[in-house]
């Protein structure tokens, strides 16, 4: 039980589907975010939110569109995805935002995403 | 531009001292965290430095210099399990953002 919960684990999608990443916390976090990982490339932020409200975005293509209900759940919306999507998309949280102490973030083990 | 630039990959021995070093520019620079990532799992956190020095966690231990935009993760006596990608991560300004480098594997011989 890692405290942050992803689903699902592998995603297979053509270009024109829609699907939706999902992550779950039950750390009692404020924070949460979403990362893309490929392969020998650095941990590509992608948005950051604190008490729900989305405090970053780095120039994420608005083909990825993240949701945030409440401080324990956060979508990733995706829709006319690329073949460069594919990746490793990853979900932390951590008690605060980035720069508030050092509260270091937990991450969930990611949804593997191919894109045909 | 904030590199973060640490060596692609590191082999060592099993019951060995290795030591990953990890270079940041300094501007706006705000604390630095150490993550190890195992295949196919999620990171996990090992350490955090915002002060100048080192911090020891058992096997793990950790430096910084602000002044060098230098960190460094040092793992004594090494096990089979250490082989990971390990990255080292910066924060930049308050309320900024964490800024990843793109990660050693360390490999682990016997």
């Known amino acids: 039980e890692t405290g942050v919960t992803q689903t699902p684990r592998h995603l297979v999608m053509g270009m024109t589907n829609k699907k939706s990443l999902k992550c779950e916390q039950h750390?009692?976090?404020?924070?949460m975010y979403w990362y893309k990982q490929s392969a020998k490339k650095p941990l590509e932020l992608m948005f950051v939110y604190s008490l729900e409200e989305r405090v970053e975005n780095n120039s994420v293509p608005s083909r990825f569109s993240p949701e945030c209900p409440n401080s324990s759940h956060l979508f990733l919306h995706l829709h006319t995805l690329q073949p460069e999507d594919s990746a490793l998309y990853l979900c932390?949280?951590?008690?605060?935002?980035?720069?508030?102490?050092?509260?270091?973030?937990?991450f969930g083990d990611g949804t593997r995403l191919s894109i045909l | 531009g904030q590199n973060i630039d640490q060596p692609t990959e590191m082999t060592a021995t099993e019951g060995a001292i290795v030591q990953i070093n990890c270079t940041y520019q300094?501007?706006?620079?705000?604390?630095l965290f150490w993550y190890q990532q195992h295949a196919g799992e999620a990171p996990t956190f090992l350490s955090y430095n915002v002060l100048d020095g080192l911090e020891e966690k058992g096997r793990f231990s950790s430096f910084l210099s602000r002044s060098k935009g230098y960190s460094y993760l040092l793992l004594k006596e090494l096990q089979m399990k250490d082989s990971a990608s390990y990255f080292c991560?910066?924060?930049?300004?308050?309320?900024?953002?964490?800024?990843f480098g793109q990660g050693t594997e360390l490999s682990v011989k016997p």
């Open positions: 300094t501007s706006g620079f705000n604390g």
């Open positions: 932390a949280s951590s008690q605060e935002a980035p720069g508030q102490g050092g509260q270091p973030q937990h």
């Open positions: 991560a910066v924060v930049y300004n308050q309320g900024g953002k964490l800024i």
């Open positions: 750390l009692g976090h404020n924070a």
